[in-house]
């Protein structure tokens, strides 16, 4: 099992990343909270990883806090939650929010997450319930992380930020609407960001 990784950051691309670790680029896939708090593309970057075995293939998910790789280590053991809802879950409300949910019976919010039907989201609040009560006091997942430095210029950061979202679940025409009006955001990942939290704000 592959735990943790720490080497270079070499590739940044929505949702996945390429970590150099003493010449083995380790490629993986992250939550849209983690991508943003990563540093630019060339520095020194640390990632808590979560190993997913199958027949087909092994994959390897990174992310920037270990509260957030226990939440996902906890959704995938919910039932119909796979690995890429897990991490569209993460990418649309950090930590705190989500036991908000939880803990609130809000299906409501749940539901306006990629791939989380009214159904799954009474499901996610049933079978999460009864773990948040030993979790301690999550803070918001993006508190006092901050990008490391821009990220690496782009030929269409707006279509790399839909690309992304389509990746998450969403279809692309509403990926587009999301995004309108977001081009001056700059990066990939604030597009991201931006859409996301409007979204949610929805």
């Known amino acids: 099992m592959i735990g943790r990784l720490r080497g270079t950051l070499l590739e940044k691309q929505p949702p ?8 083995v680029g380790y490629e993986l896939e992250a939550s849209m909270t983690t991508l943003v708090a990563l540093p ?12 997913t075995v199958r027949d ?3 994959l390897l998910y990174g ?13 995938i053991k919910v039932n119909g939650v796979g690995p890429k809802l897990a991490l569209a879950i993460l990418s649309g409300m950090d930590e705190a ?8 019976d809000d299906v409501k919010a749940l539901t306006r997450l990629p791939g989380v039907g009214k159904k799954t989201a009474e499901r996610l609040i049933i079978e999460m319930r009864d773990r948040f009560p030993h979790w301690e006091a999550l803070e918001p997942a993006l508190a006092g ?10 030929q269409d950061p707006l279509a790399d930020a839909e690309a992304a979202l ?23 990942e ?7 939290s409007r979204r949610m704000a929805g």
Not at 16 to 23: E, H, I, K, S
Not at 66 to 73: C, N, S
């Open 16 to 23: 996945w990343l390429v970590v150099d670790v003493a010449g």
């Open 97 to 104: 929010a989500f036991q908000r949910c939880v803990m609130e």
């Open 145 to 154: 992380l901050e990008a490391g430095g821009a990220a690496t210029p782009r």
């Open 166 to 188: 389509v990746s998450l679940g969403y279809k692309p025409a509403e990926a587009a609407r999301m995004l309108a009006g977001l081009e001056e955001a700059g990066s990939t």
């Open 40 to 51: 630019a593309v060339g520095e020194a970057v640390s990632l808590h990883t979560h190993l």
């Open 63 to 75: 992310f920037a806090r270990e509260q957030e790789r226990a939440l996902f280590r906890a959704l």
């Open 190 to 196: 604030a597009m991201i960001k931006a859409a996301l």
């Open 56 to 58: 087909d293939a092994h």
